[in-house]
């Protein structure tokens, strides 16, 4: 790997020279994840072609909760960490409660010892010019914090880090990307077994893999290909809300769920619960990993959120205004911040007004959320009075 100290620059910062080349990196290694990753080939091709590229040396990778950003981070920097002379270190930070504790969480991580100086002035002169991947994972609650990192890059010229953050860090030479749902099958209740062994679509080998955990027999078969294809469209290929339905196959069938989500009115959240009792609290449940997300807007963006829940099928600005009751611009800066955090996304359109949506999955949790407000009754009628205009 092309390393970042070798990027050519006209005014290159100052070197914090270190005595030793060895850093105390026990505690940082990445944790081994108790389950194999399914797919994402596509994905980990792109993120390594981007790191490899010399002025890259901050990557976000953004998303919904759910969507396996820890997971595509882990196995990204499995595979490029040895380009990097002083290896890779993991620091997860969901648990982290203030922007103030991120410094000395880091400092620790890394085996370094505060000393009376605090931990953001240490942390430059521990890493000096060492060749580090730094990968810090769930950095969206704490986002206040992130400044120092642009310091770190600034006086460390052999860093590179790898974040995961459900919104970007909105750092100079940030580069940003936004991890997708997985692959899908074709859509349609027609898919036949060969077609879904064909397309080999990573939303049905993870439903397949995680399901034979729960039930060993269970395989993709005729009578079954096609319930499991449509399943996996109906929960928007997120990983985290597969994995949770594949966990129920015990005592409930593909066939079995997908015609219960299939009738008016249906809710897919009360289906997605149950998850591992070793996993954060917030990806037990996929309403708990929504939530995260909404917890962390400002009020301004939950109120518009919501609203637009109402739109089945996507949306254009114009609409998204009279339904939020607010101008053009302060719309379109809300709509940017929501997809930045994975809580809509563009979607393509004919002509050249953007139209954008939400995943059904994200959408529900937004319905519950217009009901609990108070205000459904006035949003549904100026969504009705748009309709009609």
């Not at 009020?299 to 949306?315: D, H, K, N």
């Not at 800066?333 to 002509?351: C, N, Q, T, W």
Request: net charge negative; glycine share 8%; with cysteine.
């Amino acid at each position: 790997m092309a390393s970042a100290a070798a990027d050519p620059r006209s005014s290159p910062p100052p070197v914090l020279s270190v005595a030793s080349r060895s850093l105390d990196l026990v505690g940082a290694r990445p944790p081994v994840p108790p389950t194999p990753l399914v797919g994402r080939h596509a994905e980990i091709a792109a993120l390594l072609a981007i790191l490899t590229r010399p002025e890259v040396r901050l990557l976000t990778l953004t998303g919904p909760g759910g969507v396996g950003k820890t997971r595509l981070a882990i196995r990204t920097a499995e595979e490029i960490g040895p380009g990097f002379a002083d290896g890779v270190a993991f620091v997860p930070l969901a648990a982290v409660a203030t922007p103030e504790l991120v410094p000395p969480t880091v400092l620790r991580t890394l085996g370094g010892r505060e000393a009376g100086e605090p931990a953001a002035e240490r942390l430059p002169r521990l890493i000096g010019d060492r060749s580090l991947l730094l990968v810090l994972d769930n950095l969206e609650h704490v986002l206040p914090a992130v400044p120092i990192l642009a310091d770190l890059l600034a006086t460390c010229p052999g860093l590179t880090i790898v974040a995961t953050s459900r919104a970007p860090l909105r750092l100079s030479g940030e580069h940003v990307f936004p991890v997708p749902p997985l692959s899908l099958p074709a859509a349609g209740r027609e898919v036949s077994l060969a077609a879904a062994e064909t397309q080999r679509s990573d939303a049905v080998l993870l439903f397949v893999q995680r399901a034979q955990s729960t039930r060993p027999e269970f395989a993709l078969a005729t009578e079954n290909a096609a319930a499991v294809a449509e399943l996996c469209h109906l929960l928007d290929g997120l990983p985290l809300a597969i994995e949770l339905a594949a966990a129920r196959v015990g005592h409930l069938s593909p066939a079995a769920m997908t015609a219960r989500l299939r009738r008016p009115g249906a809710a897919r959240l009360p289906l997605l619960t149950g998850g591992a009792r070793d996993l954060p609290g917030r990806l037990q449940t996929m309403r708990g990993a929504i939530a995260w997300s909404y917890d962390l807007l400002a009020e301004g963006e939950r109120t518009r959120f919501r609203r637009l829940a109402v739109f089945a099928g996507g949306f254009t600005l114009d609409a998204a205004a009279a339904v939020c009751a607010a101008d053009e611009w302060t719309t379109l800066d809300s709509i940017g911040s929501l997809v930045a955090e994975g809580l809509l996304r563009e979607e393509p359109a004919a002509g050249h007004e953007p139209r954008f949506a939400m995943l059904e999955t994200i959408r529900e949790f937004g319905l519950e959320q217009l009901a609990a407000s108070g205000e459904e009754a006035t949003v549904r009628a100026a969504h009705a009075a748009w309709c009609i205009t």
